[in-house]
Structures are given as structure tokens and as C-alpha cells.
């Protein structure tokens, strides 16, 4: 029991020292675990022959991060993928095998050999690729979907390529491992519900297993999980979780499918759910931890020895395998019309070798069609990949994405031939809206915008829009500043839109200039530049939600709107209070110990003015339900007699 303990502890450790280095450095999750994995396996010693075994556990984090992938997609999603899934995700896979099989064979493999390593290069590593999309937040878009495509088309081939490679086997290796073979099966022989059927009754077996998780996961999940939420108990939740997860692993597993392509079926059932939410929450931790352990094994079992036995070979291997997969897939993402960065990202994303391709090197072992000389050094070649493929995502943000920001920027101004009353700098979602009022108003607006792609978006719905740089004078000069009535700032950038206040405010001092704020802090900044109207992006649709949940919970429209007035009349207040207090501190302390207290002080009267507010409230609603003779002196008035159970729900309507 100890020596779990210790095991734990150092691969805790590690992950908890590396990862949180590498992502202040910019490096990534993924690299940091495999960073750690390397230093506590190859490196230091600390561990070893155990690795493998705790990989094989460790892969079920793919399996979960493809249960929580299919809760996000709607089976009318998934439909409309099946044009990019089977075109491009085929053609990645076939044209891999291909070129890995024809190249291989220039170097006298036998072709059995060949198309076995075709097979394992092919595949690419799911859960590093979704792992760094999800973190970076590249998960929808253009290149993210059509990674996401073929990372599943691949997922699914598995199960074809289990099949074939047992019809590859080499009879000279047959005939030397038999024996072996027998022993290690007399120890532990794998369960399955298929082994013994024919290809007939297999694939019956197979339909019946996978229409069983589509109609449990539709009809009989959903009594269950509620069943389990009635009892209240938040752990047997999450044990419920867990249990659907490891039950379809476990029959995909029966009958010799990819546990992780029967999860993700299930999540896909369950993605219209009211239970999703709730998956994902009790799913999503055990995930995490298992996917980087899973990551920190593929580090830790590097083997140093063959690396450096073979390390020319290997490397060549390696950006050779590379190399060639980019190449597929550039060529495809001409064919299937992926443009701009998202060209680069899908083609450096997919470019390695996968977690399954261990899976189907153990595999080919097993069934003698790779000799162990050959399967050693292509696992330190798949492993290497996946340690190369961070790399490849740092490369695309620091050199890819600028190349590409910088071209976008290089394209000409467009040429102002209009001028409005009101001008408008930034179309973003804030400035879309304040556009069509005016508009639809009869108010002549000129619209600026230096993000091309939002320009040319809005040209495509008849909004007409110029491109070009908002805080150039001369651009502003031919949009008509000199003679406009307003100037509404609602760019991106706050501190380029205080800039432009400032610039505004200086030239033309008559013209009213209204900003959009991003925060109080924001809105300090544009008030001492000078705008003539600030407002907060989130303050007035926060308040409206907060309202809708007073409503929500019972309480009268009519209470509901004074607490509204009471509240932005306290905030007017404060706001003004608060801003005077900002102006007058140096740079600093703009918000020390005074200006914390002076917003504690406004947050305790807002209080007191809303319960101030309810009690008039409720007095108001007792004297209109119990009239009385006014000359009586406490007509109209609440008393502690009167507080019974319909006096204290005066609040609700």
C-alpha cells in the first residue's frame, strides 16, 4: 500500500510543480505534463516498469473527454458534420496510410510492415488536440470543427484497423511467440462477449450493442438520474456520472469496439438532456487528472536507451512522419476551403502521431505482425510526436497568428465618402445595437471599424460599414466629425478608446461624445477625458436580469420596478461620489484603502435604501387592503399584531 502512496504522490507532484510553470510561461497544460513525466521517468529514475500499466488506466481520461465532447454536440450537429467527417476525415486517414506505406516499402519493408505502420501513423492524438483547443478557446472555430471532424473519423477507423491487422500477421513471428502466447493467456485472457462469433453474428452483436446505448441513453438514463437527484445526495450523483460512463466503456470493451467512440455516442444521445449540465460537472474533474496523467506516462515512458540506440533513425522518423501528415492535411484544407490562420492551425494541430497508435503497436505485437526490434523505436516515435506537438501551437500563436493580424491590418482604409450626425466607432455586438436604433430612427450614421472581417460581415446583411482606424484625425475628418452632432466610442480597446475621447474632446469641444465603459474603472478613465455620457456595457441588462430573477422568485412587478429606481438612483449617487474620490487621488492609490471603504460605506447604504424601500412598499400595500378612518393615529400603519403569514408576503404579488 505504500507503494501506491509514494507513486501517487510523485506523479501529484510533479503535475502540480510543472504545469502551473508551464502555463506561466506560455508553454501549455500538455507540455507541462509531459514535461514532468520525462523529468520523473527518463530523467530523475523516480519511476518506471509501472508506467505502462498506470498508461493503460490513465487512457480512460480520453474516454471521458469524448463523453463530454458528445454532450456538446446535438445529433442534428453531428448530421450536419458528416460531409467534412467521412470526405476529409477519410481522405486524411487514407492518404496518411498511403504515403507512410509507399515511403516505408522505398526502404525494403515488407508491405504487411508497411501498411501496419501507415496505419498507426495515420491517427493523431485526440486528447492533446482537444485538450489545447479547449484551453485556448479554438475548439469552434473553422479549423477547431474540421480538426474535430477528422479526430473522430480516426476514432472510429480504429475499429477497422483492429480487424485487419490480425490477417497481417508474419508466420516466421507466429511461429516463434505461440508459445509465449499460450502462457500469457493461461494467466490472464481478455473478456469478451465476441471472440468465439462469426463476422455475421458479430456484426448483430454489434448493432444490438450500439442501438442499446442510443435507446438507453434516450429512455432510460433519464428516470435514473432523476430518481438519483431526488435522493439529494451530491456524491451518489457523481457516482451515477461515473457509472454510466465506465458501463458503456465496459460493453463497447465486451464486443471490441473503442470504448471512447461508445462514450462519445452516449454524450451525443444525452446532449439534449436537462441532466447535461450536471454530467458535465461530475465528469469534467476526473477527467482532467486522468488526461494528465495519461500525458505525464507518455513522458515518463520515453526510453532513454533506445532513443539514444537509435536516435538518428528515430528522428528522421519522426519530422519525417511529420512532415507528411502536414502535407496531407494542407492539401486538404485547400479542398475542403479552410482559409486564413485556420489553414495553419488545422495543418500543424493534426500533424502527430496519436495515443492509439500505442494501442495498435500493442496490438500488432500481439498478433506478430511487428517484430519488437521495429515496435520499440516507432513508440518513442509516436511518443515524440506528442511531446513535438505544443510546440507546434506555440509556433502558430507567436509566429502564424501575428502574420496574419499584421496582413489584415495592411489593408487599405476604405475611402469615407459619406458623412452622418452620429458616428460610430466600433460595430462590435454594443455597437451594432446603438446603430440600428439610430437607423431605423431616420439618423444618417457613419460607421468605422478597424477589424476587416467585421466590416466585410456586416456589408453581407446591408449594414454599410468603412474599414479603417477610428482613431486617425484624418479618417474622422472625412466621416464628418467637424460638423457631427454625437460621437459614440464603442471600440475594443480601452485604453485606445480613451485616447480618443481625449483627442475628441480637445478638437471639437461642442461635440457630444457618449462611450461605452467596460467596467467602473474604465468609466473613471473616460469621464476624466471627457466624455459628456458613459455607460457601463453590463449594467443595464445585469440589472434587467436581476429584476427578471426578482420575478422569478415571486416578488410584484410593481416592487420589482421601485427596487430598479432605487437602485440606479443609489448607484447615480455613488457613482458620482466614487468618481470625485478617483479624481482626486494621485495615480497610485486611485483605488487604496479610502476608495475601498468609500464603496463599502455606498454598498451598506444601497442596503438600507432597499429595505427602506420594501417597508414603504409593504405599508403602501396594508393601508390599500385595510382601509380605516383616517383620523384613527395608526391608520394605515403595520403593527406586530398584524404580522401573520399574508402580511409577510405582502412582497409577493
Given at each position: 500500500m505504500t507503494e501506491y502512496f509514494l507513486q501517487a504522490f510523485i506523479y501529484l507532484s510533479a503535475a502540480v510543480i510543472a504545469v502551473p510553470l508551464a502555463q506561466r510561461l506560455g508553454l501549455g497544460s500538455v507540455l507541462g505534463y509531459l514535461i514532468a513525466g520525462l523529468v520523473i521517468g527518463p530523467i530523475i529514475g523516480l519511476v518506471g516498469s509501472e508506467t505502462s500499466t498506470i498508461?493503460?488506466?490513465?487512457?480512460?481520461?480520453?474516454?471521458?473527454?469524448?463523453?463530454?465532447?458528445?454532450?456538446?454536440?446535438?445529433?442534428?450537429?453531428?448530421?450536419?458534420?458528416?460531409?467534412?467527417?467521412?470526405?476529409?476525415?477519410?481522405?486524411?486517414?487514407?492518404?496518411?496510410?498511403?504515403?507512410?506505406?509507399?515511403?516505408?516499402?522505398?526502404?525494403?519493408?515488407?508491405?504487411?510492415?508497411?501498411?501496419?505502420?501507415?496505419?498507426?501513423?495515420?491517427?493523431?492524438?485526440?486528447?492533446?488536440?482537444?485538450?489545447?483547443?479547449?484551453?485556448?478557446?479554438?475548439?469552434?472555430?473553422?479549423?477547431?470543427?474540421?480538426?474535430?471532424?477528422?479526430?473522430?473519423?480516426?476514432?472510429?477507423?480504429?475499429?477497422?484497423?483492429?480487424?485487419?491487422?490480425?490477417?497481417?500477421?508474419?508466420?516466421?513471428?507466429?511461429?516463434?511467440?505461440?508459445?509465449?502466447?499460450?502462457?500469457?493467456?493461461?494467466?490472464?485472457?481478455?473478456?469478451?462477449?465476441?471472440?468465439?462469433?462469426?463476422?455475421?453474428?458479430?456484426?448483430?452483436?454489434?448493432?444490438?450493442?450500439?442501438?442499446?446505448?442510443?435507446?438507453?441513453?434516450?429512455?432510460?438514463?433519464?428516470?435514473?438520474?432523476?430518481?438519483?437527484?431526488?435522493?439529494?445526495?451530491r456524491e451518489i450523483s457523481t457516482a451515477a456520472a461515473l457509472l454510466l460512463v465506465i458501463g458503456i466503456a465496459a460493453l463497447m470493451s465486451l464486443v471490441e469496439v473503442s470504448p471512447a467512440l461508445g462514450t462519445f455516442l452516449a454524450g451525443v444521445v444525452l446532449a439534449n438532456s436537462e441532466f447535461k449540465h450536471e454530467l458535465e460537472a461530475n465528469i469534467a474533474p476526473f477527467k482532467g487528472l486522468l488526461l494528465g496523467l495519461f500525458f505525464i506516462t507518455v513522458g515518463a515512458g520515453i526510453d532513454f536507451d533506445i532513443l539514444w540506440q537509435y536516435l538518428g533513425p528515430i528522428l528522421a522518423i519522426t519530422f519525417g512522419v511529420m512532415f507528411l501528415k502536414a502535407l496531407v492535411l494542407f492539401i486538404l484544407s485547400f479542398i475542403f476551403r479552410i482559409t486564413g490562420s485556420d489553414r495553419w492551425l488545422f495543418t500543424l494541430s493534426l500533424a502527430q502521431a496519436g495515443e492509439f497508435g500505442f494501442v495498435l503497436l500493442s496490438f500488432s505485437q500481439q498478433n506478430d505482425v511487428l517484430p519488437i526490434h521495429i515496435a520499440q523505436p516507432l513508440s518513442i516515435v509516436v511518443a515524440l510526436s506528442m511531446f513535438l506537438t505544443p510546440g507546434l501551437f506555440i509556433f502558430y500563436e507567436k509566429f502564424i497568428v501575428p502574420k496574419y493580424e499584421k496582413n489584415s491590418n495592411e489593408r487599405e482604409q476604405d475611402t469615407v465618402d459619406e458623412q452622418g450626425v452620429v458616428i460610430i466607432a466600433g460595430i462590435g455586438r454594443f455597437g451594432q445595437i446603438v446603430n440600428r436604433l439610430l437607423l431605423s430612427n431616420g439618423v444618417k450614421t457613419v460607421v468605422l471599424d478597424h477589424q476587416a472581417t467585421q466590416v466585410d460581415n456586416l456589408r453581407k446583411v446591408n449594414t454599410k460599414a468603412f474599414y479603417g482606424d477610428a482613431t486617425r484625425p484624418d479618417l474622422l475628418e472625412t466621416a464628418g466629425v467637424a460638423t457631427a452632432s454625437a460621437f459614440v466610442v464603442a471600440i475594443d480597446n480601452p485604453q485606445a478608446s480613451v485616447e480618443l475621447v481625449k483627442h475628441l474632446k480637445h478638437k471639437y469641444p461642442k461635440l457630444k461624445v457618449i462611450s461605452r465603459a467596460f467596467d467602473r474603472g474604465h468609466g473613471h478613465l473616460l469621464r476624466q477625458a471627457g466624455a459628456d455620457y458613459v455607460e457601463s456595457e453590463t449594467f443595464r441588462s445585469a440589472l434587467k436580469v436581476g429584476a427578471e430573477s426578482m420575478k422569478a422568485m415571486g416578488f410584484s412587478d410593481e416592487l420589482v420596478q421601485r427596487q430598479k429606481k432605487t437602485y440606479m438612483r443609489v448607484e447615480s449617487e455613488a457613482s458620482e461620489v466614487l468618481y470625485n474620490e478617483w479624481a482626486n487621488r494621485s495615480d497610485g492609490e486611485k483605488f487604496g484603502g479610502d476608495f475601498i471603504n468609500l464603496f463599502i460605506e455606498y454598498e451598506e447604504r444601497l442596503k438600507e435604501a432597499i429595505v427602506a424601500d420594501t417597508e414603504a412598499y409593504k405599508s403602501q400595500r396594508f393601508a390599500q387592503e385595510h382601509p380605516c378612518d383616517p383620523d384613527k393615529e395608526n391608520c394605515g400603519k403595520i403593527n406586530s399584531n398584524d404580522t401573520d403569514k399574508d402580511s409577510e408576503t405582502k412582497l409577493m404579488s
Open positions: 498508461q493503460h488506466f490513465a487512457e480512460f481520461g480520453v474516454v471521458m473527454m469524448l463523453f463530454l465532447v458528445g454532450l456538446e454536440l446535438e445529433p442534428k450537429m453531428l448530421w450536419s458534420m458528416r460531409h467534412r467527417l467521412i470526405g476529409m476525415g477519410g481522405l486524411q486517414v487514407g492518404l496518411s496510410v498511403g504515403g507512410v506505406m509507399a515511403i516505408a516499402m522505398l526502404f525494403d519493408i515488407q508491405w504487411s510492415i508497411a501498411l501496419t505502420i501507415g496505419l498507426i501513423f495515420s491517427l493523431s492524438s485526440t486528447a492533446i488536440v482537444l485538450q489545447t483547443f479547449n484551453e485556448k478557446g479554438l475548439i469552434k472555430t473553422p479549423a477547431g470543427r474540421n480538426a474535430f471532424s477528422v479526430l473522430l473519423f480516426q476514432d472510429i477507423a480504429v475499429i477497422p484497423m483492429l480487424a485487419l491487422i490480425p490477417l497481417l500477421a508474419l508466420p516466421e513471428l507466429v511461429a516463434v511467440t505461440q508459445t509465449a502466447v499460450s502462457e500469457a493467456a493461461a494467466h490472464h485472457e481478455e473478456l469478451s462477449l465476441v471472440a468465439e462469433l462469426s463476422s455475421g453474428v458479430y456484426a448483430i452483436v454489434l448493432v444490438l450493442s450500439i442501438a442499446f446505448v442510443i435507446f438507453g441513453g434516450h429512455y432510460l438514463t433519464r428516470p435514473i438520474f432523476k430518481f438519483v437527484a431526488d435522493s439529494g445526495v
